[in-house]
C-alpha cells in the first residue's frame, strides 16, 4: 500500500522519498529517493525525515504506513514480545515518525501528515487484541493533532499484502477497500 501510495504522488508529479526497513526492497522500488528506516528507532526516523528535507527543502506530506501484523492470540495468552513487537511498530513507529514530521511542518507553517490505522482502529476481535490496540492508538494519536495541524488517520478494508499472508483474516476480500478517514 506504501508503494502504491507513493508511485501515486510520483504520478502527480510530487517528489517523493520511500522508507522502509527492507533495504532490498526500497533499492528496487527506487525510482524515487529510498531510505533505509526501521520505524521502532526514532533515531533513524529522525534521519529518514531530515534525509527528505535535506533533499527537496521541505516536507509537504508524509504518509505514515509502516505496520506488522502478529499471529492470532487468546489474549490471556499472549507474550509481551509479541504485544511490543507489534506496538513498537504499529504504534511507537508512527509516533516517531509523526513526531519528526511535525517539527519541520511547524517550522515551515504547513504540512499534512496521514496515518494508516486499520479496521481493528475501530473494532475489537477475537484473538487480536494486541494488534487492535495499536491501530486504536493510532487514530488516538492522530486525532490529539487534529487540532493544531493537517493530520488525519484512515483505515481501510483488508486486502491481500505480506501483511495480511503473515495472518490472513477470516475471509479477506483479496481487493482493497474504500478509505474511511477517522481523524
Ligand atoms: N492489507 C490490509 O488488508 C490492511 C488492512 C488494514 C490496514 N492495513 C495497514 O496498512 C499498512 C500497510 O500494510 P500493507 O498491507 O501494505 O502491508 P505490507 O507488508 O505490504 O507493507 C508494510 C510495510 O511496512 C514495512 N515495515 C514493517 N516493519 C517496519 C519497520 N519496523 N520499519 C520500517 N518499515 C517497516 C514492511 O517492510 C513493508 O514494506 C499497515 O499499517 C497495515 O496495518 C492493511
Known amino acids: ?28 522500488a527506487a525510482e524515487e529517493i529510498g531510505v533505509a528506516c526501521d ?22 506530506m508524509a504518509f505514515g504506513n509502516a505496520g506488522i501484523q502478529v499471529p492470532p492470540s487468546d489474549a490471556a495468552d499472549e507474550s ?15 509516533w516517531a515518525a509523526t513526531k519528526h514530521e ?5 517550522e515551515q507553517g504547513s504540512g499534512a501528515i496521514v496515518n494508516c490505522s486499520s479496521l481493528g482502529g475501530l473494532v475489537g476481535l477475537p484473538e487480536r487484541a ?19 495541524t493537517g493530520v488525519g488517520a484512515g483505515a481501510s478494508g483488508s486486502c491481500t499484502t505480506p501483511v495480511w499472508r503473515a495472518s490472513p483474516p477470516d475471509e479477506p476480500s483479496g481487493k482493497q477497500g474504500d478509505l474511511t478517514l477517522l481523524g
Open 1 to 28: 500500500m506504501g508503494l502504491a501510495g507513493a508511485r501515486a504522488f510520483a504520478g502527480s508529479g510530487a517528489a517523493v522519498v520511500l522508507v522502509d526497513r527492507d533495504e532490498d526492497a526500497v533499492r528496487e
Open 39 to 60: 520505524v521502532t528507532d526514532e533515531r533513524q526516523v529522525e534521519a529518514a525525515v531530515r534525509r527528505a528535507v535535506t533533499e527537496f527543502g521541505r516536507l509537504d
Open 80 to 94: 509481551a514480545d509479541s504485544f511490543d513487537r507489534v506496538n513498537g511498530v504499529n504504534l511507537r513507529g508512527v
Open 102 to 106: 511535525l517539527r519541520q511542518i511547524r
Open 130 to 148: 494486541a494488534h487492535h490496540a495499536s491501530k486504536h492508538g493510532v487514530i488516538g494519536l492522530t486525532r490529539a493533532l487534529r487540532p493544531v
